[in-house]
């Protein structure tokens, strides 16, 4: 299992908003019925690594779908071999280890 954060970023829009972009490739999510969350600065997608590639792909042509002609995708891939890895796992992780710390 996989990790991948994702932002997308439509260049030559009308407006400085991006949210009708994100809508859309968030909505490639949806159908697919991927596990992620989104946040205010990309989304975090979780699954197997050759099927967060695909879905990477189909969310990069859902912005181009909405008629602009340039496109800027960020990915960044956290794979564990050792252990099962979550959205939830990371964030227990880094919670316990504020705790521990007080």
């Given at each position: 299992?996989?990790?991948?954060?994702?932002?997308?970023?439509?260049?030559?829009?009308k407006?400085?908003?991006?949210?009708?972009?994100?809508?859309?490739?968030?909505?490639?999510?949806?159908?697919?019925?991927?596990?992620h969350?989104?946040?205010?600065?990309?989304?975090?997608?979780?699954?197997?690594?050759?099927?967060?590639?695909?879905?990477?792909?189909?969310?990069?042509?859902?912005?181009f779908?909405?008629?602009?002609?340039?496109?800027?995708?960020?990915?960044?891939?956290?794979?564990?071999?050792?252990?099962?890895?979550?959205?939830?796992?990371?964030?227990?992780?880094?919670?316990?280890?504020?705790?521990?710390?007080?």
């Amino acid at each position: 299992m996989a990790l991948m954060e994702i932002s997308i970023i439509p260049i030559g829009t009308k407006s400085t908003s991006t949210s009708d972009y994100v809508a859309a490739a968030i909505k490639v999510l949806e159908r697919e019925k991927t596990k992620h969350e989104i946040t205010s600065m990309g989304t975090i997608v979780e699954g197997e690594l050759r099927d967060l590639f695909k879905l990477a792909e189909k969310m990069h042509e859902a912005v181009f779908s909405k008629g602009v002609a340039r496109v800027i995708t960020n990915i960044h891939l956290d794979e564990r071999r050792d252990k099962t890895l979550s959205i939830e796992s990371k964030l227990k992780s880094i919670r316990e280890k504020l705790t521990e710390r007080g």
